[in-house]
């Protein structure tokens, strides 16, 4: 399959993930990270956000790309989905981002302020602390009409701490490219694979700046 983007070490496809994951060599990836969709049904003027936030079988999708997606892993399942993901398979360990300013309402009538990541397969590095604690950021201006970016600091933060220099981090659900931009600042090489091409040109658009240097890469 020929890349929509390729350039210092970073590839992205616009295909579904569920193509492309087949295709990539065995033992060329050193880890997944990733933030599928949630299927909570983000519309904007009555369109859905993406293919992904409008599928109507949730966990049998969920299900195929997991078993080619491969390992280490780790996924945001967000909290709406964590019951489904834990019957799918049981995670090496759960690690929470927790973020103090977050003010999504939870189902005890307060607000959730922590987000669960799945962790399957054995990272290539000790975790030393299985929880991070970084407010998030709001207004971020370049990623376009993409409703729930990661926030770049704390993607940043977890890849230093999770996967070493030089290694591939594949992303089978880019978004707006987060972790292909993450994985260029800290000199890993990232493979993207996103089915809504206005998300492959924002995250191409986005690889196009100069890496700068990073407190949190420290």
């Given at each position: 399959m020929k890349p929509y983007y390729q350039e210092g070490g970073i590839t992205i496809y616009h295909a579904d993930c569920r193509d492309v994951l087949p295709t990539l060599a065995?033992?060329?990836i050193d880890l997944v990270l990733t933030d599928p969709p949630y299927n909570v049904g983000l519309t904007r003027n009555?369109?859905?956000y993406s293919t992904g936030d409008n599928?109507?079988?949730y966990q049998t999708w969920t299900r195929q790309w997991f078993a080619l997606a491969?390992?280490?892993l780790i996924v945001t399942p967000g909290m709406v989905n964590l019951a489904m993901w834990l019957t799918i398979e049981r995670p090496r360990w759960v690690c929470a981002w927790?973020?103090?300013n977050q003010c999504s309402p939870s189902a005890l009538n307060g607000f959730n302020t922590w987000e669960p990541l799945l962790v399957y397969g054995r990272l290539s590095k000790p975790l030393g602390q299985d929880s991070w604690v970084m407010s998030i950021q709001t207004g971020q201006r370049d990623v376009g009409d993409h409703p729930c970016p990661k926030d770049p600091r704390f993607w940043r933060k977890?890849?230093?701490d999770t996967s070493q220099p030089g290694q591939t981090i594949l992303d089978p659900f880019m978004g707006s490219g987060?972790?292909?931009r993450a994985a260029k600042d800290l000199g890993r090489r990232a493979i993207g694979i996103e089915i809504e091409e206005r998300y492959c040109e924002i995250a191409a658009r986005r690889l196009s700046q100069q890496v700068?240097?990073?407190e949190v890469a420290r």
């Open positions: 065995v033992g060329s009555g369109v859905a599928i109507s079988d491969p390992r280490p927790v973020k103090p977890l890849m230093v987060t972790t292909l700068l240097p990073l």
